[in-house]
């Protein structure tokens, strides 16, 4: 720890790592929050996967045709909001194809992304950085475009933060206070969306719902309200962003697999420290 320290204060890309870490963080806690109540994990389960087409699209163009400012991101984006609305519209006009279509998409966006990414010319090397992500090779730009999303997160949050709240929990009272439930669910699958794009870049697509939910599920056990459980994600996601890079420093572990494994086995501890103590009461 001693050492990651001190290499955090020489290397500017550890520095870039770390602030990326607390970006990221701030929207996994926030919709996080929000996906882990509503139970719509699967459907980010989908979005994760297809952004692969999106960011194998834009490569691919700007390897090939010239597109130099088009980042892989911004193809991500595109494909992620694109596929909340698909997702999101079978979802409420057609139940029972809702899992069929999440699969279809997951599937079919990663196979475009790896089909546009075996045309481009040149060593990919990209490609396994988009699977598992490489929160080390984060740059300036990265970090002002995962700001960027923050700040659009959040601010959605903020201004109607109510009719989530409501959407999430009790959509018929929801409806019956005259909010539009089809359309804050739609504008919560896109903040999921744009959430998932962030943590591409910290864990990757293949883990990006364990980050995107762990920290939440965690909170949940400690917290009362959305709120208390919005800010107590974002801690825990955090830490365990910021202790999985610096336990995976020293041994050159992949860090968002070290990440989500730290996530995962403090989960697992909750749980069963949990369980006990109801056993202990149950007893008493």
Known sequence: MIEFANAVGRYPFLQYALFTGVLASI????????????????????????????????????????????????????????????????SLKARQREDTVIGSIWAVGMAIGIIFISRTPGYNEDLMSYLFGNILMVSPGDLWLIGGLDLAILAIVYLFYNQFQA??????????????????????????????????????????????????AVAGYFTRTIKQTMLAASIASILFTTVGLAVSYRPDLPAGATTIVLAGATYLAVIVISGLRKTARASD
């Open 27 to 90: 929207a996994c806690g926030v919709v996080g929050t929000y996906v882990v109540a509503r139970r719509i994990t699967y459907i980010g389960g989908g979005i994760a996967h297809s952004v692969l087409g999106g960011m194998g699209a834009a490569y691919y163009l700007s390897v090939v045709h010239g597109w130099r400012d088009l980042h892989p991101k911004y193809g991500a984006v595109v494909v992620a909001l694109l596929s909340a609305v698909i997702i999101g519209w079978v």
């Open 167 to 216: 959407v999430c929990f009790d959509e018929e009272f929801a409806r019956v206070r005259g909010i539009n439930v089809e359309f804050y669910y739609l504008l919560l699958l896109g903040l999921t969306a744009l959430t998932v794009v962030i943590l591409v870049t910290v864990v990757g697509i293949v883990m990006v719902i364990a980050l995107l939910t762990i920290p939440a």
